[in-house]
Structures are given as C-alpha cells and as structure tokens.
C-alpha cells in the first residue's frame, strides 16, 4: 500500500513443505490465501483517504517457458510470454493474461483457477511433486483522494519446485526432463545469492527469469 515491492520466496528441497507452506490447505490456510485477506482488509481501512485497484496474474516457469496459469490448461502448448521493462523501469509480462479482483474472495478464486493448471506429478520423494516454479504477482495502486497521488507496488509471491537428486526420485523420461531444469535454474538462483551475499561487482540476476521477475 506504500508503493514498495516485495517477495516471498519458498525454497527448500522436495518433500520439505514448500508448497504447504505458501499455499497451506484447508482450515491451515498458507502465507497466500493470508496475504489476499490482509491486502483487503488494508485497502479497507483506507477507504476514506485513497482508492486502492488490486490486479494479479500468475505465471509457472516449466522446462525453462514461462506459462500463464489463468489461460486455461496449461499441458497444452503455451503462448509466447515475453519478460519487458516499462518506462518507470518496472518489470512485467508481456502477453499475461491480467485479472482486476475486487475482493479477497474473488483473488482467491483466481488463485484457485492458477493453481489447477500448475504441473504436478507424483515421485519417490513426493506423491504431488510440483514440476515447476509458481509465481503469484499482485500490483496494487492506491490513487489519494486528496491530492490525485499514486503509489504502484507489487508483491510477488513464489512457490519453488523443491530441488532433488534425481536417482532418489525415481525421475524417468519427462520428469527426469523437468527435474534438470528445476535443478538448472536453482542453481542459477543459487548464484544469485552467493553473488549478494559476497557484494560481487555483478549479480547474474537475469539468468534467472524468477528473479528478473521481482
């Protein structure tokens, strides 16, 4: 609501409770289904002094393409999805398919609608394992009644496939296929953070189109 961008990243290996920890299930909802209420209940609150528009599109970065989880299935062949930067310097999808939700019911029913479309398929490690790498973006403008003012921020959230050893997973053929690629780009991501971590003179970040992203 301040105009600041963040991101909430799940990473850990397969089986360790990523998913459940962003998505939750129910009656334990996770930290998503938590954020859309309180994004709600603070465009709420400020309803005297500004007008808050709330959009969101969700995407899943599988075998390296990057997918919009709200055109329908997406086992079918995927439109091109182009990563742009705008003239304010922002980054975002080109070609994604942009919902405006007006409640926190309504964001969760999108959500819902992505998320049945997120590949998935069952290993030795994990009887649901997610195949690719979620990726849940809300924009928010707030637009102040007094002066005409807008404030543009964005909260990302992000659902890793969990890293595996792939003779522990029993991955074959096209698992095998999508276990390399999630293992490819954790590691880019990886490099990413080691490249912060030690203050490099330059961080990789567009290796890694998840975090290109935020």
Same mark, same amino acid.
């Given at each position: ?19 459940? @920890? ?36 969700? #995407? ?6 990057? !997918?919009?989880? #709200?055109?329908?299935?997406? =086992? ?5 999805? /182009? ?39 069952? @290993?030795?490690?994990?009887? /649901?394992?997610?195949?690719? =790498?979620? #990726? ?14 807008? #404030? ?29 690629? !999630? ?26 189109? !998840? !975090?290109?992203?935020?």
């Amino acid at each position: 609501m301040d105009g600041y961008n963040t991101t909430i990243m799940a990473y850990g290996q397969t089986g360790s409770g990523k998913t459940y @920890t962003m998505i939750g299930e129910a009656g334990s909802p996770g930290i998503a289904p938590r954020a859309f209420n309180r994004l709600f209940e603070l465009a709420e609150e400020g309803r005297a002094r500004q007008e808050v528009q709330i959009h969101c599109y969700m #995407l899943e970065l599988y075998n390296d393409k990057l !997918i919009d989880l #709200l055109r329908g299935n997406s =086992h079918i062949e995927p439109e091109k999805l /182009e990563v742009k930067r705008d003239k304010r310097g922002s980054v975002h999808v080109q070609g994604a398919l942009v919902r405006h939700v007006n409640t926190a019911q309504h964001l969760h029913e999108v959500f819902e609608e992505g998320l049945s479309n997120r590949h998935t398929s069952s @290993t030795n490690m994990n009887a /649901e394992s997610s195949r690719s =790498h979620l #990726l849940i973006v809300i924009t928010v403008t707030v637009t102040s009644k007094q002066n005409g003012s807008v #404030l543009r921020g964005k909260l990302t959230l992000v659902d890793l496939a969990g890293s595996e050893r792939t003779h522990k997973s029993g991955a074959a053929a096209e698992t095998l296929k999508e276990a390399n690629s !999630i293992n490819k780009s954790l590691s880019a991501l990886g490099d990413v953070i080691a490249a912060l971590s030690s203050e490099a003179s330059f961080v990789p970040y567009r290796s890694v189109v !998840i !975090i290109f992203l935020d």
